[in-house]
């Protein structure tokens, strides 16, 4: 597990090095939930993500924002809080409509590091893949504000229909 957070942070920064005309951090809100058939019982958490962005222009309005983020995921119940944390790297096409205002889509795979012990009874798979879309608002040249909603596309447990979903609030600064 180790190796392969290492090793990620190593491509991240590389890649970010050679290519990103910025790069940057980002921290934030997440209100997670679990969505699928067996997510009557569930209600919003309240959590946080952090961590490395990079944004490379394709064209004048068009550009690419890969981000290494650290996300906790989860629901809670009357009874229980189930905490689910990722290392997630989202792939954003970000696409301006003024210099301080873009949409963004796009992919997002996260590596799940470690849940709550009440978890462990869902049987929890490893991967989670999902899609992000949102919007962006520069109110500085250096700094904006992110409103993104995460929807996953797998099941994030072998025993029950449960999948992922979180409306992310974020601060981002560039360097």
């Known amino acids: 597990m180790k190796r392969i957070l290492l090793i990620a942070f190593v491509l991240f920064g590389s890649y970010t090095t050679v290519n990103a005309q ?3 951090v980002k921290a934030g809100f997440n209100f997670a939930n679990f969505t699928g058939n067996d997510a009557n019982d569930f209600n919003v958490l ?9 944004e490379m ?4 309005a068009l550009s690419v924002q890969p981000e290494l983020l650290y996300s906790m995921q989860g629901a809670k ?4 809080t189930y905490k689910l944390n990722y290392v997630s790297v989202p792939v954003m096409l970000k696409l301006y409509f003024t210099d301080g205002f873009n949409v963004q889509v796009g992919p997002q795979i996260g590596l799940l590091i470690s849940e709550s012990d009440n978890f462990t009874p869902y049987d929890s798979t490893t991967y989670d893949l999902g899609f992000a879309g949102g919007a962006e608002f520069f109110f500085a040249d250096n700094l ?9 596309a797998t099941k994030i447990s072998d025993n029950r229909e ?7 609030l974020s601060l981002c600064y560039m360097f």
């Open 144 to 152: 904006s504000v992110q409103a993104r909603y995460n929807a996953g």
């Open 22 to 24: 910025a790069f940057g």
């Open 162 to 168: 449960l999948k992922n979903s979180a409306l992310q």
């Open 77 to 80: 119940t009357k009874e229980e």
């Open 57 to 60: 222009h394709l064209l004048e």
């Open 46 to 54: 309240t959590s946080f993500h952090a961590g490395l962005v990079a």
